[in-house]
């Protein structure tokens, strides 16, 4: 099967090898000639430039913040550190090394998000990618109206379905937890499956709905080819479409993770409220005390939180980019 092998599709290689951009310098004309000059104008340099410093701004008074004393935070802005120096790493003690029981440590909270988050992007990629696939390429009763109504979905409000959704969960989730704690005792009552239940039911509609998106793009004469030589639709979606879709599968991968890691609200009801279960989020609304007192110590926490988030993003911004260019240059 020579003729279906993901290397010998032009899809997206051409990205990664920078042919886009001799293409661009060799036909202005063409539209990846026209949207390169647009990005790449002295006006959207400038533009983009402003935009990051203003986007800035506020993460770096945050770590200003984080760094000064409960006093000086208390009287003063972060942009007078000039004029009312001060540095101390008090406060990252406190959120990460403090033995209060009602100030416990942030490690335990960070082990949650990263638990929650990760299984949440993932099943919700895994079932979407299927999902677009099947929408895009397989023929059956009722597909359109179907895809219409997956995309609909996505026009609910999430505060609508909170209500009903927990009902089922208490229903039927929490005595299925139960019984499994009572046959395994390794298995806690309280753990991340509503979680990631409620994370993967709020987030397929979106992912199935882009993804389909690129999925459908894929040339029909590449699938035909892959089913003249005999590949199933399993094997096509895994030795065909997957390869060519990681820049699409990346680039969502980034939303989801960001969106499930920075979510409070979804925490707050299917969590439990318990620290073994809670992710960081919820601990950060909790930091700030009964009477906003302690908000010197949210600086140092919010600082603590983004950073796995910004490594995510690092990691995938290859793949996210060549999906932003991918979508850029079709036709």
């Known amino acids: 099967m020579s003729s279906v092998a993901p290397a010998d599709l032009p899809i997206g290689k051409e990205l990664a090898d920078g042919e886009a951009a001799e293409i661009a310098e060799r036909e202005p004309g063409t539209k990846v000639g026209r ?8 006006t959207a340099t400038i533009a983009a430039l402003v935009i990051a410093v203003v986007w800035t701004i506020p993460t770096f008074g945050l770590l200003v913040s984080s760094f000064r004393p409960a006093e000086l935070i208390r009287t003063t802005g972060w942009w007078t550190i000039f004029q009312n120096p001060g540095f101390t790493l008090d406060n990252y003690a406190s959120v990460l090394f403090s033995t209060s029981r009602s100030s416990p440590q942030l490690g335990a909270y960070i082990v949650n998000s990263v638990a929650i988050t990760l299984l949440a992007t993932l099943i919700t990629l895994t079932f979407a ?26 026009i609910v409000p999430l505060q609508m379905s909170l209500v009903p959704v927990l009902q089922i969960f208490s229903t039927w989730l929490r005595p299925m937890q139960a019984w499994l704690h009572d046959i395994v005792p390794i298995i806690p009552e309280q753990n991340y499956l509503p979680l990631w ?18 999925i459908s793009d894929i040339p029909a004469d590449v699938i035909e080819a892959a089913k003249v030589d005999g590949a199933t639709h ?6 065909i479409v997957l390869p060519l879709a990681t820049p699409a599968l990346a680039s969502f991968a980034i939303f989801q993770f960001i969106w499930v890691w920075n979510d409070l609200l979804v925490a707050l009801i299917f969590s439990g409220g318990t620290q073994d279960v809670a992710p960081i989020t919820q601990r950060l609304a909790e930091l700030v005390g009964t009477r906003g007192q302690d908000w010197q110590l949210l600086t140092a926490a919010a600082f603590i939180s983004i950073i796995i988030p910004l490594i995510v ?19």
């Not at 409620?198 to 199935?208: E, R, S, V």
């Open 35 to 42: 949207v390169k000059k647009r990005l790449t104008s002295r």
């Open 129 to 154: 990618a299927m999902a677009a696939y099947a929408f895009a390429w397989i023929k059956f009763k009722w597909v359109n109206w179907l895809f219409i109504f997956v995309f609909a979905l996505q």
């Open 197 to 214: 239940l409620a994370h993967t039911m709020f987030g397929l509609p979106l992912a199935i709905f882009l993804l389909h998106n690129f």
């Open 234 to 239: 399993g094997q096509i979606f895994f030795r």
């Open 313 to 331: 993003f690092f990691a995938l911004q290859r793949y996210f980019v060549r999906g932003l260019l991918a979508g850029a240059t079709k036709g």
